[in-house]
């Protein structure tokens, strides 16, 4: 029987005692017939010869397949080169030393590369069709949302662009993201509410600072510039989307999934693009979240009176510390989320291909908080000059002005206010987000492998 190897396997290191040949076998075997039921026609439990026949063809053409996905060179042989450049496009990153003992455990003749012959005759712990499903379970900023539209967007395989999965996965993910922002829309309002007004004169806590909007405005207050927040959604993130493919594609790369640098690199611009289309937005939700009762009728009203009475410019007050704020949240989100993702494939990657929900919930909620924590300076500042024409006695002052004012007033814990709030709903944010996208999914017809 033939089976395609579980490359990392020996990254990991693992042993050849007993007790672990006895788990590798059972999980073989366990894989083969889970395999060899989907050859079975009749669905009698039994395999009859042309049945068997079969199963072997289709597992050839597996081998086959990944194995022409490694040897990019077409020299008939892979090398340890190819491993670490296979692994590296998909995001898992290994030495060259370890590409090395992959190699070692299916050399035969000493020549440190792998022909047909010796590549389809190694054993193997579990069969995989393709390498890239490696990276299928790890979709991060597509699942994931904490209010703030700024991660490096997701990679897509060819399959999934191909069958069209792609848009049913932006659709629930954009799905996800208007429940997720509703559900914590009064501890966003409150971050805004605090970043504008809090100071050492008026010190507002998560409670105080909720009970003073229910007094101003009622319950309803409570959810004040969540609808422009929601509406954002879909034209921000087709967007970014549509920018990110054709970066790629400018960047001439061929491959299916781009580099860790790569991806930030694109990944950053295409925020950058999708930010400056829809910032008047970003703008409108600030100034509806600190509206007073009955100061705008709707989002219509409240671009209306921004436009007749600050003009058109009003719509990109704190543009430059909103761009530059995308660089770290991006780059860090990145790092911190491949790192953890990398880690769990090395240790736990060659025994189970999914990774679960807790750790794609623990990889998201880590990788974001990181991600807010490096960039929130910059995101206050955004804040405080798109809020500086209703704040009573502001002065209209640049961005390098509003962060030494800061420092001056009120010390570098002036440039985190509102921190809690927004960290109190990071957690509840990524689980609802997560919980609501695979409904979604599922309901598109999206089925997990």
Not at 113 to 131: F, G, R
Request: aromatic residues 8%; glycine residues 10%.
């Amino acid at each position: 029987l033939i089976y395609i190897r579980a490359l990392l396997s020996p990254v990991i290191g693992r042993s050849d005692s007993g007790s672990k040949r006895a788990d590798q076998s059972e999980s073989t075997a366990h894989s083969m017939g889970k395999t060899m039921k989907t050859q079975e026609k009749e669905h009698d439990g039994q395999l009859d010869f042309e049945e068997f026949v079969h199963y072997l063809q289709d597992h050839e053409k597996d081998l086959k397949l990944v194995f022409k996905s490694l040897d990019r060179k077409i020299a008939g042989q892979v090398s340890a080169d190819d491993i670490v450049n296979s692994l590296r496009d998909l995001g898992v990153h290994i030495s060259l030393q370890q590409a090395e003992r992959v190699l070692q455990s299916m050399d035969k003749n000493g020549t440190m590369t792998v022909d047909w012959n010796e590549w389809k005759k190694s054993p193997t712990l579990q069969p995989a069709e393709n390498i890239p499903e490696i990276i299928l379970y790890w979709k991060h900023s597509t699942i994931f949302d904490v209010g703030e539209n700024m991660m490096v967007p997701d990679e897509f395989t060819s399959e999934e662009h191909m069958t069209g999965m792609w848009w049913r996965h932006l659709a629930a993910g954009g799905g996800a993201g208007a429940v997720s922002r509703t559900f914590t829309a009064p501890l966003d309002r409150l971050k805004v509410l605090m970043q504008v007004h809090g100071s050492h004169g008026n010190s507002m806590c998560i409670m105080s600072g909720l009970a003073q909007m229910v007094k101003e405005g009622g319950m309803r207050s409570l959810w004040r510039g969540n609808g422009v927040n929601v509406v954002k959604i879909a034209p921000e993130s087709a967007l970014k989307f549509m920018a990110y493919e054709q970066i790629k594609r400018l960047m001439g790369s061929n491959q299916e999934t781009l580099g860790i640098s790569e991806r930030f690199v694109a990944g950053s611009l295409a925020g950058v693009i999708a930010q400056s289309t829809i910032y008047p937005m970003e703008v409108l939700k600030t100034r509806l979240a600190l509206r007073k009762t009955g100061q705008y009728k709707g989002i219509s009203d409240c671009a209306k009176q921004i436009l007749k009475g600050e003009g058109m410019t009003a719509f990109y007050k704190g543009y430059v510390p909103n761009m530059l704020g995308i660089i770290p949240y991006a780059g860090i989100d990145l790092a911190v989320y491949e790192t953890l993702k990398n880690t769990w494939l090395q240790r736990y990657g060659t025994e189970n291909g999914h990774p679960g929900v807790f750790v794609l919930l623990a990889c998201g909620t880590v990788s974001s908080t990181c991600g807010q924590l490096a960039s929130y300076p910059l995101a206050l500042v955004r804040t405080r000059m798109q809020a500086q024409a209703m704040v009573e006695g502001a002065s209209q002052v640049s961005m390098t002005g509003l962060f030494k004012q800061i420092m001056k007033t009120e010390g570098p814990t002036g440039l985190y206010r509102g921190l809690t709030p927004n960290f109190l709903k990071v957690i509840p944010a990524v689980s609802i987000s997560y919980v609501v996208y695979e409904h979604i999914k599922m309901t598109l017809g999206v089925q997990s492998r």
